[in-house]
C-alpha cells in the first residue's frame, strides 16, 4: 500500500456519460497530480493541486476537470465521454522525503 | 522544454543476464530523473530517483543508473536478470526538486525467458 488510495478500481460507462474519480493522497502531503495513462499517449501530466489551489495544467480536456477539498482529497471529473477516453487514470502526491507516489490507479472503459 | 526519449519499446533478456534500458532526457534546467516500474495490472513504482547527488544512483531490486551529463542520458542497468523483474519500465524527468509535473518516456517493456 502506497498510502496514496484511488477509487474506484474499475470504472465502465458509456460514451456521452460523467464519472468521477477519487484520489486520497498520503497523509501529509499537500500536492495532488493527476496523470493519464493510454496506449497511444502514453502517461501524461493532467493537472495539479497544491492545498486545494490549482498549480498547474496538462493536457487535460476541458470535458474534464479536477478539484482538491479542504481535508486535501482530489476528484477529477470527466464529462461527455469518448471512447478515447478510455485509460488508466493516476494519481500522485509528493512530500520533500519521499517524492513522488502514485496510487494504483483507476481503469476507465467507455463503451 | 522538457522530453524524455526511450530507446527501445521491447528488451529480452535471458535470465541472469546484463539488464539495459536507455533513457536520454532534454532539459534547460538542472534535470531530475527518476525510473519507476508498473508490474502488470498495477500502479507504479519507484526505482531510483537522480536529485543532483551521486551521479551513480542505487535503486531497489538491485537496479542502478548514472546520470551523465555530458550524454544527457540516465541508463538503467542490473547486473543478473531475474524473471520477477519483467515488466514495464518508465524513465521521468522533472524539476524544482522533482515536486512538479513528472514527464515520462514511452516505456519499456523488459521480458525475461529462461
Known amino acids: 500500500d502506497s498510502g496514496v488510495t484511488q477509487t474506484p478500481k474499475h470504472l465502465i460507462t458509456a460514451t456521452g456519460q460523467r464519472v468521477t474519480l477519487r484520489c486520497s493522497p498520503r497523509?501529509?502531503?499537500?500536492?495532488v497530480y493527476w496523470y493519464q495513462q493510454s496506449l497511444d499517449q502514453g502517461l501524461q501530466f493532467l493537472i495539479q493541486?497544491?492545498?486545494?489551489?490549482?498549480?498547474a495544467k496538462g493536457n487535460i480536456l476541458e470535458r474534464f476537470s479536477a478539484q482538491q477539498f479542504p481535508d486535501l482529497h482530489s476528484e477529477l471529473n470527466l464529462s461527455s465521454l469518448e471512447l478515447g477516453d478510455s485509460a488508466l487514470y493516476f494519481c500522485?502526491?509528493?512530500?520533500?522525503?519521499?517524492?513522488?507516489?502514485f496510487g494504483s490507479g483507476t481503469r476507465l472503459t467507455v463503451v | 522544454a522538457q522530453s524524455v526519449t526511450q530507446l527501445g519499446s521491447h528488451v529480452s533478456v535471458s535470465e541472469g543476464a546484463l539488464v539495459l534500458l536507455r533513457c536520454n532526457y532534454s532539459?534547460?534546467?538542472?534535470?531530475?530523473l527518476f525510473w519507476y516500474v508498473q508490474y502488470p495490472n498495477q500502479g507504479l513504482q519507484l526505482l531510483l530517483k537522480?536529485?543532483?547527488?551521486?551521479?551513480l544512483v542505487k535503486g531497489i531490486n538491485g537496479f542502478e543508473a548514472e546520470f551523465k551529463k555530458s550524454e544527457t542520458s540516465f541508463h538503467l542497468t542490473k547486473p543478473s536478470a531475474h524473471m520477477s523483474d519483467a515488466a514495464e519500465y518508465f524513465c521521468?524527468?522533472?524539476?524544482?526538486?522533482?515536486?512538479?509535473?513528472?514527464?515520462f518516456g514511452a516505456g519499456t517493456r523488459l521480458a525475461v525467458h529462461p
Open positions: 500522485a502526491s509528493t512530500d520533500r522525503a519521499n517524492g513522488y507516489t
Open positions: 497523509s501529509g502531503d499537500l500536492s
Open positions: 493541486y497544491y492545498n486545494g489551489e490549482e498549480r
Open positions: 532539459s534547460s534546467v538542472p534535470p531530475y
Open positions: 537522480y536529485t543532483s547527488a551521486a551521479t
Open positions: 521521468a524527468v522533472g524539476f524544482s526538486g522533482g515536486y512538479n509535473k513528472l514527464i
